[in-house]
């Protein structure tokens, strides 16, 4: 069987769901490698048991446009690193999903003229997928409505069905006879739903548990019977096995992976700003319009709002969990790119 590379990085995002579609490529690749940067990649993939190649690191600044004039000169060096690692393990086709620690990969694959297949996560392509769709032979996406791709859906965990109610009870001390209410935001936090969820605490818990992921950035610290924080969960299963309310921010796998457990979600996407593109938002939209969550913007979030969604999805019944994941579905499209290489 033949080898392939994953690619991407920088953010969980652009890493987790390569991860995800693991023990399905494994039943079609004999060698699986994951090129990427110096982002969360390299701890999370060799914690999966794949290899890790570690390309230069190539990082579009936002904030400070004069540092992206070395970007084309690192960029090409990381390719050229890239083609030396794709050429050495035989790779016969590349997968990309998205972050700047993906380019040097598919780049370094089209040099060798090794077939590459991307994976888009948001409603609308980021920068890194935009440049590789000029080139790459397939572009998939994981919302209906996004153009230049073809439509599958966002590659999903295993291991988000597997979450235990009970593990989460215990080691958060939950009460059995409250409901849960689980916040996060992202690895780094969210300050703006932060600084509410601290304002509300007192009164979500006289409504139920509450399970708050802060992010490794937050200092401040909060001591109160019924709610319990850390700075990052990972035994996010648990926590969502446990959850009766999720209140979260718009980034794309996250809702994928929460909606297709049922959960009653309020989403607070981040905003627009000099330090994002507006993605979330879309994301978000996209889900609301499809029934799936209960959207609240951040313009319009203050404790009595966040209050008063809390007790009314807590009324309405949870969907049905759905573990028709596109995770096949997505390898079978990498396949037909290989396939047609062959001919």
Not at 18 to 40: T, V
Not at 136 to 151: D, I, K, Q, R, Y
Not at 157 to 173: D, H, M, P, Q, V
Not at 205 to 234: M, P, Q, W
Request: with cysteine.
């Amino acid at each position: 069987m033949p080898t392939i590379a994953l690619a991407g990085g920088g953010t969980a995002g652009h890493v987790l769901p390569s991860l995800a579609l693991i023990s399905e490529l494994k039943k079609n690749f004999d060698n699986i490698i994951y090129l990427g940067g110096d982002g969360m990649e390299q701890d999370l993939v060799p914690k999966n048991g794949i290899p890790f190649y570690q390309t230069s690191n190539i990082k579009f600044s936002r904030t400070h446009p004069l540092q992206n004039l070395k970007v084309p000169i690192v960029l090409k060096k990381a390719s050229n690193e890239a083609s030396k690692i794709l050429k050495e393990n035989n790779v016969d086709v590349v997968f990309g999903k998205g972050g700047y620690a993906s380019l040097p990969a598919l780049l370094g694959a089209k040099k060798l003229g090794i077939p590459t297949v991307i994976h888009e996560s948001d409603f609308k392509m980021g920068l890194a997928n935009k440049l590789a769709s000029t080139f790459c032979n397939t572009v998939l996406t994981s919302f209906p409505e996004t153009a230049g791709g073809v439509f599958v859906g966002t590659p999903i965990r295993e291991e988000i069905f597997k979450g235990s109610n009970e593990r989460a009870t215990l080691k958060y001390n939950l009460k059995r006879t409250l409901p849960t209410i689980l916040i996060f935001g992202g690895s780094s936090g969210a300050k703006a739903i932060n600084d509410v969820i601290f304002k509300v605490a007192k009164e979500l818990t006289a409504i139920g548990n509450v399970i708050h992921v802060t992010g490794k950035n937050e200092r401040r610290k909060l001591f109160l019977e019924g709610y319990s924080s850390c700075a990052y969960a990972d035994d996010i299963n648990d926590l969502y096995a446990a959850s009766d309310v999720v209140i979260m921010r718009g980034g794309a796998n996250s809702l994928a992976e929460a909606t297709a457990l049922g959960k009653r979600i309020i989403c607070i996407p981040l905003p627009k700003s000099k330090h994002s593109r507006g993605d979330q938002i879309d994301n978000a939209n996209s889900y609301f319009k499809r029934g799936l969550i209960d959207l609240l913007p951040q313009e319009a979030l203050t404790p009595q709002e966040l209050l008063t969604r809390v007790h009314t999805l807590l009324k309405q019944k949870e969907r049905p969990i759905n573990k028709d994941t596109p995770n096949a579905k997505i390898v079978d499209k990498i396949l037909e790119v290989l396939a047609n290489r062959a001919l």
